[in-house]
Nanobody, 125 residues
Framework: QVQLVESGGGSVQAGGSLRLSCTAS?????MAWFRQVPGKGREGVAG???????RYPDSMKGRFTISRDYATNTLYLQMNSLQVEDTAMYYC??????????????????????WGQGTQVTVSS
């Protein structure tokens, strides 16, 4: 079982930045950030396989950057130019399928076996 602990959420004004962190108890092949607002499903924000294969939805490209530190098993999400619409609970997720399986649909929640508890991000105008 993989334990994932997120941190770094909070309140920020539109145009600001936040960096989320997620520490994993052990290494996994791939990790990702998802977000969810009440009444809606989880939306993929960014995914990473190993340390070099990153995937983002078009709406996040250029604003969000995912990275991971192998030495500490920590995943990061740097979020810049935040907008009110980015307000959500952000979840860290991890999985261990092969890269070929992940790369087909890297931001589908069903690809991920392990989930953190979430950290709230609130962006005000």
């Amino acid at each position: 079982q993989v334990q994932l602990v997120e941190s770094g959420g909070g309140s920020v004004q539109a145009g600001g930045s936040l960096r989320l962190s997620c520490t994993a108890s052990i290494f996994t092949n791939y990790m990702a950030w998802f977000r969810q607002v009440p009444g809606k499903g989880r939306e993929g924000v960014a995914g990473i396989y190993g340390a070099q294969w990153m995937r983002y939805p078009d709406s996040m490209k250029g604003r969000f950057t995912i990275s991971r530190d192998y030495a500490t098993n920590t995943l990061y999400l740097q979020m810049n130019s935040l907008q009110v619409e980015d307000t959500a609970m952000y979840y860290c997720a991890a999985g261990n399928s092969a890269r070929a399986a992940w790369i087909d649909a890297p931001l589908v929640p069903g690809k991920y076996e392990f989930w953190g508890q979430g950290t709230q991000v609130t962006v005000s105008s």
